[in-house]
């Protein structure tokens, strides 16, 4: 019925010899439980071999996708890490204390504030003036201060 011949023998050979270095995969698991907004450190975790072919991917498979992240949901010890539970740590904290720069053409205004809530660079947020109580909002730069918004 169907005839092998050289070539597709050595496309055969060649195939057969990749899954050895293919099956090689690791995965970053939790030692201990990490529980929703808490940073993740290198001494809570470790690096495993995966021993189950059908395990989906979407997993951290390296320390540097992991370290310094925050938690969304409880991570147990011994599990993988899907990446979708995991985001950055925040630029700006709920309460703290930042600068906030309004710009128009030539003139600058900056002033003392406390954010509202905890941010991301990018994020429009609410932020009240320290001086003036008034509540304003604008975008977290990536120095952490805040770029206020003209009305």
């Not at 011949?5 to 030692?31: K, W």
């Not at 599990?79 to 740590?89: D, F, G, S, V």
């Not at 204390?97 to 990018?122: C, E, H, K, V, W």
């Amino acid at each position: 019925m169907f005839r092998l011949t050289g070539v597709a023998v050595m496309v055969l050979v060649a195939f057969a010899a990749v899954p050895s270095a293919a099956r090689d995969r690791y995965a970053i698991v939790p030692t201990d439980t990490i529980y929703p907004g808490e940073a993740i450190s290198s001494s809570k975790l470790d690096r495993v071999q995966v021993t189950n072919p059908n395990l989906a991917g979407g997993f951290a498979s390296e320390m540097t996708d992991v370290v310094g992240m925050l938690s969304t949901k409880t991570l147990l010890p011994g599990r993988t890490i899907p990446l979708a539970t995991l985001k950055r740590p925040y630029a700006v904290i709920r309460g703290s204390q930042l600068r906030l720069i309004f710009n128009i053409g030539n003139l600058t205004i900056s002033a003392s504030g406390s954010p509202m809530d905890d941010a991301n660079i990018g994020d429009v947020i609410r932020v009240r003036n320290l001086d003036s109580g008034q509540i304003v909002s604008g975008t977290v730069m990536g120095d952490g201060t805040v770029q206020v918004m003209a009305k």
